[in-house]
Each structure stands twice: as structure tokens, then as C-alpha cells.
């Protein structure tokens, strides 16, 4: 398709979005007037208006220009493309949104001074604004949005005091916001994000009484959120973050009784949470996040029926989760992680059936997880991990059949691994690992079909491997290192083809090492070190060519290192000591030219080295003492 029935599609979407906003300007009849001549009209106003924007077009680059083919009338009209007439042909709707256009905004634009309406929403325009918007008394919408534009927003924007949506956001504006945007009373949008403003929020933005959206977010806005802003009775949306505002959110926030979005993270706000903000019942989505926050949880946060998300994470909050969480049976999205939290997970959480997604990780909470969290049927994702929490994993975490992440690591949770774990079929993480579990793998755990990690390691857990493990042929990631594991690794733990990380370390694990290993290709990292393995290294692992570390060390292995290792040319991490290994070293391994790291002390091997370790010029570290070798080192290693 060639670019400009690209471009005039994109210009539609951008015109369909933009009216999508419900702006005034809609219903008007003037937006839709017909080309024909009725009644009179100024000639010289029309003529002044055609010439100022042929004169723009001339300036204008981009593949959309010739969209603009239409400009060419001695007077304006409708059939223009972008543009709008009044019954005398005077210009009152300009709209060339998503054209693809490069250039400035000229002065001139206040030629046309009955605009009511100014959309050059998503193009490549740059400069500065020019203060010439000022003489644009009629003016009710501007979208610049999705530009480039540049400079400081003109103080002169203050006289257009028929505008009602003022929309500069995704720019490159800087300086500081005008005072006297707080002479816009009729403004009901004013979006300014992702800028580069900024200095404070003035006060007087506190006099926008009709502003029902206010987005200021992602610029460098500092200093404080002025208590006026509590003057803003009409507002639904507010957004404030990714800025550098600090001190207290002001108390006179909650009287913002039809606010719906209040969005303050990733600033530096500190103090605490007002209790005032529990008056704010039509919140639908609360988020805190990422600041210097401090204190308790007001418990009036239980008023707020119709919350869906509350994210509080990334702060300093201490005390206790008050019990009136359990009330905000409407909420989909509770992070509360990263924060000072103790006690125990009140049991009223058990309430909030609703619940998908439930990230109370890093904190101090002890005791046990309650019963009550079988309750919560629709969570997805459940990480509870870098607590104190205690006692054993409830057996009703197996009605939780939605699950997808499930993480309990660095715990101090005791006993064995529940069986009911098994119900858990849209399980793709399972870490709970770093507690202090006990007992078998449950069998069960090869149920969970679609994992992907499943991490176990710093565990007291005993037995056997499970050869059901075998059937998650979705994991990548398996680890059960540090643990009391004995007997056989399965040789169905071959049929893990999507496996990348295998860590059986730190167990008592004996018996060879299955030949079926070497069917795992998809293999970057191994480690079966610090066991009882024994046996011949199988031939076999010359299959793994994505290997980039194999730890075999400290273990009873017996016979040569097979020739086939040559095949392993992303190795960088070779360690075989402290094994009984013996033989000759294979010629192959100066096939290995990515080898960082390679440990063969400790062993029983003899004869000389080969010429072939010359290759082998990543090499950083060396270990070869304690073994039966003979000569000299090839001259390059030395």
C-alpha cells in the first residue's frame, strides 16, 4: 500500500479518536455545514483567513501534505479537507490530526479568529506555541498532542476564556505552568503529561471549578500539591505521577467526592495518608506507589466499595493491614509489597473475591497464611514471598485453581509440600523456595503442565525426585539445589525439552547420571555438584550446544572426560574437580574457545596436557593441581 492511503487512513483514526473525546463542538452544526454560499459573509476576513493558511501549507512538509490538496480556494469552504465553516464561510473547526506533518505553528493561526475548535493531534510539529493563541477568545478545544512541540507554555493562553479542552500532552514543553491557566474557568480537560514542565503546580489551578480531568504526569513538577487543588469538586481523574513532588498529600484531597482515578506514584511524597481520603467513594483506582510514605493504613480505605486497584507498594507504611480491607469487595488489584508491614495477613481478606492479583511481598508479616484465602477463587498471581511468614502451606491453596504465580519463597514455612498443589493447573511459577519445608516432592506436581519455572531450593525436603516431574514439559526452569534429595535422578527428567536452567546441587542424589539428559537441548546452565553421583559422564552431553556453565564437581564420577565435550562451543564455565575423574584430557576441549573458567584439580588424570588448550584464549581461570600430569603447559596457557 503506498504511504498516502496509509496517511489518510491514520488521519481518520486520529479524527475519530479525537471526537471521541465528547467534546462540545459535536453536536454543533457549523462542524458539518454545507459547502454552498448562504447569506453574506466578510470577503476580506474569509480572504485574510485563506491566505494565512496557504501560507502555513507552503511552510508544512511530510507525506501528508498532499492531503491538504483542497487549500487552494480563493475562499474557504467546507469541502476543504480538515476544515469546518459557519453559514458565511468564516473558519471555526481546523482539524489535520494524524497527517503526518512537519513544521511550526505559525502566528498567523490568530488570523482565524473564529476558531472554536483546533486539532493538529498526532504529527511532527516543533517550535515554540505561539503567544499569538491568546487572541483566540472563541477557541473551545485545542489538541497539540503527539507533537514535538517545544518552549515554554505562552502565559497568553490564559486569555482564552472559552476553553474548555486544553490538551499539549507527549511534547517537549518546559518551563513551569502559567498562573494564569487559573483564569480558565470553563476548562474541564487539562492534560500537560509527558512533558519536560517543571517548577510547582500553582495554586491557582485551584479556580478550574468545572476540570474534570487533570494530567500532569510524567514531567518534573516539584515542590508540593497545593491544598487548593481540594477546590476541584468536579474532578474525576487526577494524575500527578512520575514527577518530583514532595511533602504531604493535602487532606482537602478528599473532597474530591466524584474523583474516580487518582494516580500519585513514583514521586516523593511523604507523611501520611490522610483519613480524609476514605471520603472518596467513587474511587475506582488508587495508586500511592513508589514514594516516601509512612505511617498506618487509614482503615477508612474500607469505604472505597468501588475500587478496583489499590497500589500502596514502594513505600515505608508499618503497622498492621487494617481489617476493613476485607469490605473492598470490588478490588481486582491489591500490591501492598515493599513496605515496613507486620503482623498477620488479617483474615478479612478472604473477603475480596475479586481478587486477581494479590502482592503482599516484602514485608514483616508473621504468623500463618489464613484459611481464609481459599475464599479467593479468582487470583492469578499470589506472592507472599520476603516475609516472616510461618506454620505450614494450607492445603485449600488447591481452590485457587485460576493461579498462574505463586510465591512463598524466603519464608519461614514448615512441613511438606501440600498434595492438593496439584489443582493448580494454570500454575506457570512456582517458587517456594529459601523456607523451611520438609518431606517429599508430591507426586502431584505433575499435574501442573503448564509451569514454566519451578524453584525449591534452600528447602530441608527428602526423598526421591517424583519421576512424574517428567511430564512438565513446559518448565525452563528447575531447581531443587541445597535440599536432602536422594536416590536416582529420574531419567524421565529427559523429557524436559524447553529446559534451560537444571540445579540439583548441594543434595545427596547417587547413581549415574542418566543417559536421557542429554536429550534436554535447550540447556544453559547445569549443575548436579555436591552429590554422591557416580559413574561414567555419558557421551550423551555433547547434545547440549547451548550450554554456557556445567558444574559436575565434588561428586564420585569415575573414567575420562568424554570427547564429545568438544562439543560444547558456548561453554564458559567448566568445573570437574574434586570427582575421581582420570584419563587424558580430550584434544576437543580446545574446541571450547569461549571457556572463561576451567577447575580439573583435584582428579586422577595423567598424561600431558594438549597442544589443542592453546585455543582456549578466554581463559581466565585455570585449576589443574592435584592430578597425575606429566610435561610442560601448551606455551600459550602459561
Request: proline share 5%; charged share 15%.
Amino acid at each position: 500500500m503506498s504511504p498516502l492511503p496509509i496517511l489518510l487512513l491514520r488521519a481518520i483514526l486520529a479524527l475519530i479518536s479525537v471526537l471521541a473525546t465528547s467534546h462540545p463542538l459535536v453536536g454543533h452544526s457549523y462542524l458539518t455545514a454545507s459547502s454552498s454560499f448562504i447569506g453574506n459573509y466578510d470577503r476580506t476576513a474569509a480572504r485574510g483567513e485563506v491566505e494565512a493558511l496557504l501560507k502555513w501549507k507552503a511552510s508544512l512538509k511530510g507525506q501528508g501534505l498532499p492531503l491538504l490538496s483542497s487549500w487552494n480556494a480563493t475562499i474557504p469552504s467546507s469541502s476543504w479537507v480538515g476544515i469546518s465553516c459557519d453559514s458565511s464561510r468564516r473558519i471555526v473547526s481546523l482539524n489535520i490530526s494524524g497527517y503526518d506533518l512537519y513544521g511550526n505553528i505559525p502566528p498567523s493561526i490568530a488570523n482565524i479568529a473564529n476558531l472554536s475548535y483546533v486539532s493538529f493531534f498526532d504529527n511532527n510539529l516543533e517550535g515554540s506555541l505561539p503567544r499569538e493563541f491568546g487572541l483566540l477568545r472563541s477557541l473551545r478545544i485545542l489538541y497539540l498532542g503527539y507533537n514535538q512541540l517545544a518552549g515554554t507554555i505562552p502565559s497568553s493562553i490564559g486569555n482564552m476564556s472559552s476553553l474548555s479542552e486544553l490538551c499539549l500532552f507527549h511534547n517537549e514543553l518546559v518551563g513551569s505552568i502559567p498562573d494564569s491557566l487559573g483564569k480558565l474557568g470553563n476548562l474541564t480537560n487539562l492534560s500537560l503529561y509527558e512533558n519536560k514542565l517543571s517548577s510547582h503546580i500553582p495554586s491557582a489551578i485551584g479556580n478550574l471549578s468545572k476540570l474534570n480531568y487533570l494530567r500532569l504526569y510524567e514531567n518534573q513538577l516539584n515542590g508540593s500539591i497545593p491544598r487548593e487543588i481540594g477546590k476541584l469538586k468536579s474532578l474525576t481523574e487526577l494524575g500527578l505521577s512520575e514527577n518530583k513532588l514532595s511533602g504531604q498529600i493535602p487532606s482537602t484531597t478528599g473532597n474530591l467526592s466524584k474523583l474516580e482515578l487518582l494516580y500519585l506514584y513514583k514521586n516523593q511524597l511523604n507523611g501520611s495518608i490522610p483519613r480524609e481520603i476514605g471520603k472518596l467513594k467513587s474511587l475506582i483506582d488508587l495508586d500511592l506507589s513508589e514514594n516516601m510514605l509512612s505511617g498506618h493504613i487509614p482503615s477508612t480505605i474500607g469505604n472505597f466499595s468501588k475500587l478496583n486497584v489499590l497500589h500502596l507498594f514502594t513505600n515505608l507504611f508499618s503497622g498492621s493491614i487494617p481489617r476493613e480491607i476485607g469490605r473492598l469487595e470490588s478490588l481486582t488489584d491489591l500490591d501492598l509489597s515493599e513496605n515496613k508491614l507486620s503482623s498477620h495477613i488479617p483474615s478479612t481478606i478472604g473477603n475480596l473475591s475479586k481478587l486477581n492479583v494479590l502482592h503482599l511481598f516484602t514485608n514483616l508479616f508473621s504468623d500463618s497464611i489464613p484459611r481464609e484465602i481459599e475464599r479467593m477463587e479468582s487470583l492469578t498471581d499470589l506472592d507472599l514471598s520476603k516475609n516472616k511468614l510461618s506454620g505450614h502451606i494450607p492445603s485449600t491453596i488447591g481452590n485457587l485453581s485460576k493461579l498462574n504465580v505463586l510465591h512463598l519463597f524466603t519464608n519461614l514455612f514448615s512441613g511438606s509440600i501440600p498434595r492438593e498443589i496439584g489443582r493448580l493447573e494454570s500454575l506457570t511459577d512456582l517458587a517456594l523456595y529459601d523456607n523451611k519445608l520438609s518431606g517429599h516432592i508430591p507426586s502431584t506436581v505433575g499435574k501442573l503442565s503448564k509451569l514454566n519455572y519451578l524453584r525449591l531450593y534452600k528447602n530441608q525436603l527428602n526423598g526421591s525426585v517424583p519421576r512424574e516431574i517428567g511430564k512438565l514439559e513446559s518448565l525452563t526452569d528447575l531447581d531443587l539445589s541445597e535440599n536432602k534429595l536422594s536416590g536416582h535422578i529420574p531419567s524421565t527428567i529427559g523429557n524436559l525439552s524447553k529446559l534451560n536452567v537444571l540445579h540439583l546441587f548441594t543434595n545427596m542424589f547417587s547413581g549415574s547420571i542418566p543417559r536421557e539428559i542429554g536429550s534436554l537441548e535447550s540447556l544453559t546452565d547445569l549443575d548436579l555438584s555436591k552429590n554422591k553421583l557416580s559413574g561414567h559422564i555419558p557421551s550423551t552431553i555433547g547434545n547440549w550446544s547451548k550450554l554456557n556453565v556445567l558444574h559436575l564437581f565434588t561428586n564420585l564420577l569415575c573414567g575420562s572426560i568424554p570427547r564429545e565435550i568438544g562439543r560444547l562451543e558456548l561453554l564458559t564455565n567448566l568445573d570437574l574437580f574434586e570427582t575421581k575423574l582420570s584419563g587424558h584430557i580430550p584434544s576437543t576441549i580446545g574446541n571450547l574457545s569461549k571457556l572463561e573458567q576451567l577447575h580439573l584439580n583435584q582428579n586422577q588424570f595423567s598424561g600431558s596436557l594438549p597442544i589443542e588448550m592453546n585455543n582456549l584464549t578466554q581463559l581466565t581461570n585455570l585449576q589443574l593441581g592435584y592430578n597425575n600430569f606429566i610435561g610442560n603447559l601448551p606455551p600459550d596457557v602459561c
